[in-house]
């Protein structure tokens, strides 16, 4: 868990926001009994998750990729290549969305802004981060290196078949301001 309690209730607000905004068909699937909060869902979101990542190209078709998802600070941190077509589309527009769905178990979709990084402090701390995760610096993997990304979450649902079953981690959390 990487979040601070402040970036806890950043979330949390902005998980009650996004619900308040859907629409009745989202809500009767989504119900208060199926929500996560906050502090279940960065405590389930740890490590890596699979996400499927949309991006939109430059006829405004949608483009759909997996990533290796990280959940930090309240928000979705993912690599890949600064030649692939999702790093292309989410600089030239940076509106995206992004899942994660473990079967029926857990759904997490995200609506957001791309923030691109390649160079510059928070681009060395990510580095430190994906380099500690996998065991090796994917600056040194095959390829033409790596750029970082994140999602400005402007809309996060997420729901479990169980949700009363989904732990909420008491353990103090991180301190440092977000990266």
């Known amino acids: 868990m990487h979040e601070t309690e402040e970036e806890i209730a950043d979330l949390q607000r902005l998980l009650d926001a996004s619900i308040g ?15 996560l909060d906050a502090r279940q869902l960065v405590t389930e979101l740890t490590g890596m998750k699979v996400l499927v990542l949309a991006t939109v190209t430059a006829a405004g078709e949608p483009r759909t990729s997996c990533v290796d998802g990280h959940f930090r600070h309240g928000r979705w941190l993912f690599g890949t290549a600064p030649t692939a077509a999702k790093a292309k589309h989410m600089l030239a527009r940076p509106a995206v ?4 769905v473990d ?3 857990i759904g997490v979709f995200t609506h957001g802004k791309a923030h691109v990084v390649s160079e510059g402090p928070e ?3 990510y580095n430190a981060y994906f380099t500690e995760y996998y065991g ?3 600056q040194a993997w095959d390829g033409p290196g790596v750029v970082y990304a994140t999602i400005e979450p402007s809309w996060m649902v997420a729901y479990a078949a169980e949700a009363s079953t989904f732990p909420r981690d008491s353990a103090p959390t991180a301190q440092s301001a977000p990266s």
């Open 21 to 35: 905004r859907a629409n009745s068909h989202l809500t009767g699937i989504v119900s208060d009994e199926s929500r």
């Open 123 to 125: 681009f060395e701390d």
């Open 103 to 105: 079967g029926e178990r």
């Open 97 to 100: 969305s992004a899942t994660h």
């Open 136 to 138: 090796s610096d994917p």
